[in-house]
């Protein structure tokens, strides 16, 4: 179906045809955070993640807006069409709440290749989140476009197995061409969690972290359990590098790097 090879050749441009995994950071932080240190300017921290090598860029309607002339052809996005409230609001940053706002239709004459969208696993909202990802999906298949499911726990255990493969799964049977969720911990319980979504799951960095071997080992043990990249943000141009730390998280996804090896393409003797 014409709808399908729509699909098909968007996520070819976000999936690397010689690894068949990818590398998205995500850059969406400011429709929520504002400008948050390390976006202030995105013209400059999307030029670094094109020069490190990053696949796609998971962001906004307006960042997409100003700085088209430089992701085309360089480097895919996905638009997110889902948020919740801000910080300065009057009931604060609704953290487990995520209403969709723009539609399929916005993101195709954006030039996206992909959408995103947020749903809380486990809390008060669940089924008005579920209920908006299966239209957004049912407009996704209507248009040919991918959807990208941000499937997050809110349980006493977020990142174990259990909380984990059901927000994954739930995100694959109403229709999500691939899963952003939190890594488990070890490459054993990762496998489950994969081994049980019927679409390719990508793990996401969470907040900043100082860790860079852990950071890197989480991407190593996901792709040994069957992952198929990543979409990082924070720790990606939080880094005090952006463009080394996406060529070394690129050379663990891509050409298979251990997370030791990645370390030395970041910090090189």
């Given at each position: ?5 729509g ?7 976000i999936?690397r ?5 990818t ?10 955070d ?18 490190g ?19 085309a052809g360089?480097?895919?996005?996905i ?29 195709i ?5 992909a ?9 008060p909202?669940?089924?008005?989140m ?10 996704c ?9 941000e ?9 174990s197995?259990?909380s984990?493969?059901?927000?994954a ?19 054993e319980?990762f496998?489950e ?33 069957g ?5 990082f ?7 005090p ?6 060529r070394?998280?690129?050379?663990i996804?891509?050409?298979?790097a251990?997370?030791?090896q990645a370390?030395?393409?970041l910090?090189?003797?």
């Amino acid at each position: 179906m014409v709808r399908d090879v729509g699909k098909d050749i968007r996520l070819n441009r976000i999936f690397r045809k010689s690894s068949n995994r990818t590398l998205i950071v995500a850059m969406d932080h400011g429709s929520a955070d504002g400008p948050l240190k390390g976006i202030e300017r995105p013209a400059e921290t999307i030029m670094k993640l094109v020069k490190g090598g990053a696949d796609a860029l998971l962001t906004t309607t307006g960042v997409i807006r100003s700085n088209h002339s430089l992701m085309a052809g360089d480097i895919s996005f996905i638009m997110r069409i889902s948020g919740s409230g801000t910080p300065v609001g009057p009931e604060g940053l609704q953290h487990h709440v995520s209403t969709i706002t723009r539609s399929v239709e916005s993101a195709i004459k954006m030039g996206a290749d992909a959408v995103a969208v947020t749903a809380f696993i486990g809390c008060p909202g669940e089924s008005a989140m579920l209920q908006n990802l299966n239209i957004v999906a049912e407009s996704c298949e209507d248009w040919g476009m991918p959807l990208l499911a941000e499937m997050i726990p809110v349980t006493e255990n977020p990142y174990s197995e259990e909380s984990v493969s059901i927000a994954a799964r739930v995100g694959a049977e109403l229709g999500a061409d691939m899963i952003k969720t939190y890594y488990t911990g070890t490459p054993e319980t990762f496998r489950e969690v994969v081994k049980k979504c019927y679409v390719p799951v990508v793990i996401l960095g969470g907040p900043k972290t100082g860790d860079e071997m852990k950071m890197l080992e989480s991407i190593e043990g996901s792709l040994k359990a069957g992952g198929r990249g990543v979409a990082f943000g924070r720790n990606v141009w939080q880094h005090p590098d952006p463009v080394s730390i996406t060529r070394a998280i690129g050379s663990i996804i891509h050409r298979r790097a251990t997370a030791e090896q990645a370390l030395r393409v970041l910090h090189p003797k």
